[in-house]
């Protein structure tokens, strides 16, 4: 049992100063102000100094992290998540890349076989697979190699109940929206990505149950204002929520405050897309079967050809935001929180409620994260 006292809680609807949160059992029991919030004797109390309150950060989007990688190694999901609350983030969807089928189903059984024993960190909610039904004209830093056709029979086994949460694809490819189709019948949600997908391809993708763009802008047609393409479908369609990687490298600031103003934060997850790079030095490392050379601000091939993943940190990407759009911290962290909590159709996380799972993100007002609560239990204190 936890209570949190003099912090400010955050949530969507108003900002509580001066305020105190309980959780037990790994939820949040109450919240409100000092005095109108009892902390039984027995809670451990820990004291906020004024800093804010906010829900953990649900990551959408991650490769690895830490030297390891998700695609070439999967049983690495369970080391990296101990680490990713040192971000704020208490949730993830680890990314599996193009690869052959059976890293696919390797990847499933890692998550089907559960949390290891006196493990604490991020809890992943199922898996993202990216591929491998890709246009080979946007696979970006995916080895074109294993990119293939849709297909039913291949994906009889991807399902939420086994795991597969969100699934990204190119909805143009021949078979793609009897694939949709199938996906969205078994709870996966299907996100349009590393495509080439006209506007017209798009709203059709759209209306068979595509609900999410997997990093706006990216492997995707430019911004054209006679051939709109996936960009402008994601942009302009109020039913469809978009990933962006806000590093101010992937993503130009001024492109950054466009898709703001289009959609603002019920419309777009921050992602970071990270790799095994993240939390490491400069240097070579892996992603998938593909060697990307790391500098001290982004990832590329080793042939400079594509940006292979990325380097951002979830509190960076809530500093970007501010700074590339002017809006506000409570604003930014819908993008990490509520949203992505949306995207997935969870009603108990990315929110400060009584009854919601207590994860937790003690933050300093400038966005630097404090401490990181994970199902009401402690998993990462910077002061320690």
């Given at each position: 049992?936890?209570?949190?006292?003099?912090?400010?809680?955050?949530?969507?609807?108003r900002t509580i100063d001066g305020g105190a949160l309980l959780v037990r059992d790994g939820r949040i029991r109450a919240l409100g102000r000092r005095d109108?919030?009892?902390?039984?004797?027995?809670?451990?109390?820990?004291?906020?100094?004024?800093?804010?309150?906010?829900?953990?950060?649900?990551?959408?989007?991650?490769?690895?992290?830490?030297?390891?990688?998700?695609?070439?190694?999967?049983?690495?999901?369970?080391?990296?998540?101990?680490?990713?609350?040192?971000?704020?983030?208490?949730?993830?969807?680890?990314?599996v890349i193009t690869n052959p089928m059976a890293t696919f189903q390797q990847a499933i059984e890692v998550i089907q076989a559960g949390e290891p024993v006196?493990?604490?960190?991020?809890?992943?909610?199922?898996?993202?697979?990216?591929?491998?039904?890709?246009?080979?004209?946007?696979?970006?830093?995916?080895?074109?190699?294993?990119?293939?056709?849709?297909?039913?029979?291949?994906?009889?086994?991807?399902?939420?109940?086994?795991?597969?949460?969100?699934?990204?694809?190119?909805?143009?490819?021949?078979?793609?929206?009897?694939?949709?189709?199938?996906?969205?019948?078994?709870?996966?949600?299907?996100?349009?990505?590393?495509?080439?997908?006209?506007?017209?391809?798009?709203?059709?993708?759209?209306?068979?149950?595509?609900?999410?763009?997997?990093?706006?802008?990216?492997?995707?047609?430019?911004?054209?204002?006679?051939?709109?393409?996936?960009?402008?479908?994601?942009?302009?369609?109020?039913?469809?929520?978009?990933?962006?990687?806000?590093?101010?490298?992937?993503?130009?600031?001024?492109?950054?405050?466009?898709?703001?103003?289009?959609?603002?934060?019920?419309?777009?997850?921050?992602?970071?897309?990270?790799?095994?790079?993240?939390?490491?030095?400069?240097?070579?490392?892996?992603?998938?079967?593909?060697?990307?050379?790391?500098?001290?601000?982004?990832?590329?091939?080793?042939?400079?050809?594509?940006?292979?993943?990325?380097?951002?940190?979830?509190?960076?990407?809530?500093?970007?935001?501010?700074?590339?759009?002017?809006?506000?911290?409570?604003?930014?962290?819908?993008?990490?929180?509520?949203?992505?909590?949306?995207?997935?159709?969870?009603?108990?996380?990315?929110?400060?409620?009584?009854?919601?799972?207590?994860?937790?993100?003690?933050?300093?007002?400038?966005?630097?994260?404090?401490?990181?609560?994970?199902?009401?239990?402690?998993?990462?204190?910077?002061?320690?």
């Amino acid at each position: 049992m936890i209570g949190f006292e003099n912090v400010t809680i955050l949530t969507p609807e108003r900002t509580i100063d001066g305020g105190a949160l309980l959780v037990r059992d790994g939820r949040i029991r109450a919240l409100g102000r000092r005095d109108a919030v009892e902390l039984p004797a027995g809670a451990q109390r820990i004291d906020g100094q004024g800093n804010l309150l906010v829900p953990g950060f649900i990551e959408l989007q991650i490769n690895g992290g830490f030297g390891m990688d998700f695609t070439e190694r999967p049983e690495t999901i369970w080391p990296v998540a101990e680490r990713l609350p040192a971000y704020g983030v208490t949730s993830f969807l680890p990314t599996v890349i193009t690869n052959p089928m059976a890293t696919f189903q390797q990847a499933i059984e890692v998550i089907q076989a559960g949390e290891p024993v006196n493990f604490r960190g991020a809890r992943p909610l199922g898996l993202h697979i990216e591929g491998p039904f890709l246009n080979q004209g946007k696979k970006g830093a995916h080895n074109p190699a294993y990119i293939r056709p849709p297909d039913l029979e291949a994906t009889a086994t991807w399902s939420r109940d086994n795991g597969v949460r969100l699934v990204t694809l190119a909805p143009e490819q021949p078979g793609a929206i009897e694939l949709i189709r199938a996906l969205v019948a078994r709870g996966v949600v299907v996100s349009a990505g590393h495509s080439l997908a006209t506007y017209e391809q798009a709203e059709q993708a759209f209306s068979a149950g595509v609900t999410y763009g997997t990093h706006l802008y990216n492997a995707q047609p430019p911004l054209d204002h006679r051939k709109p393409g996936l960009s402008a479908a994601l942009l302009t369609d109020p039913g469809v929520v978009f990933g962006m990687i806000v590093d101010g490298v992937h993503v130009h600031p001024a492109m950054v405050d466009l898709a703001w103003k289009a959609k603002g934060p019920d419309g777009i997850t921050l992602v970071t897309d990270a790799m095994a790079a993240l939390g490491m030095p400069p240097g070579t490392y892996p992603l998938g079967d593909h060697e990307v050379v790391v500098d001290g601000t982004s990832a590329w091939l080793a042939d400079h050809s594509s940006l292979a993943g990325s380097i951002l940190t979830h509190d960076s990407a809530l500093r970007n935001l501010m700074a590339f759009t002017g809006c506000t911290l409570g604003e930014a962290l819908l993008t990490l929180t509520r949203t992505p909590a949306r995207v997935l159709g969870l009603t108990d996380r990315g929110r400060m409620a009584s009854g919601a799972i207590a994860d937790l993100v003690l933050l300093s007002p400038d966005g630097r994260v404090l401490m990181t609560v994970a199902a009401g239990e402690v998993v990462y204190n910077a002061g320690r």
